[in-house]
């Protein structure tokens, strides 16, 4: 099996910043993509970001330009930078990764535990 573990989250007033980090363990062969989601109280899970296994990109239209994903391929780990956090980024946030366990097999989507974020003066 694979685990996730976050950590970062955390109470912060608007325009400030915080760092999410989210390292996965376990039986892994293969780690392809890796991403944060963010689910609010009342709202679905949202993408916030992604990046592949080569670095490339991908991030919601409300966090353009204040957060940035990257990862550490050789420590298995996946980070979110936020800055110029606002209220309505207020979510519990959820790291997932897609793993291959062993040569041949489909990867499987793991996530991690979530970690709330706050944002409030």
């Known amino acids: 099996q694979v685990q996730l573990v976050e950590s970062g989250g955390g109470l912060v007033q608007p325009g400030g910043s915080l760092k999410l980090s989210c390292t996965a363990a376990g039986r892994i062969f293969v780690i392809n993509a890796m991403g944060w989601y963010r689910q609010a109280p009342g709202k679905q899970r949202e993408l916030v970001a992604s990046i592949t296994s080569g670095g490339s990109t991908n991030y919601d239209d409300s966090v353009k330009g204040r957060f940035t994903i990257s990862r550490d391929n050789a420590k298995n780990t996946v980070y979110l930078q936020m800055n110029s956090l606002k209220p309505e980024d207020t979510a519990v946030y959820y790291c997932?990764?897609?793993?291959?366990?062993?040569?041949?097999?489909?990867?499987?989507?793991?996530w991690g535990q979530g970690t709330q974020v706050t944002v409030s003066s």
């Open positions: 997932h990764a897609d793993v291959e366990v062993s040569f041949l097999r489909p990867q499987t989507r793991y």
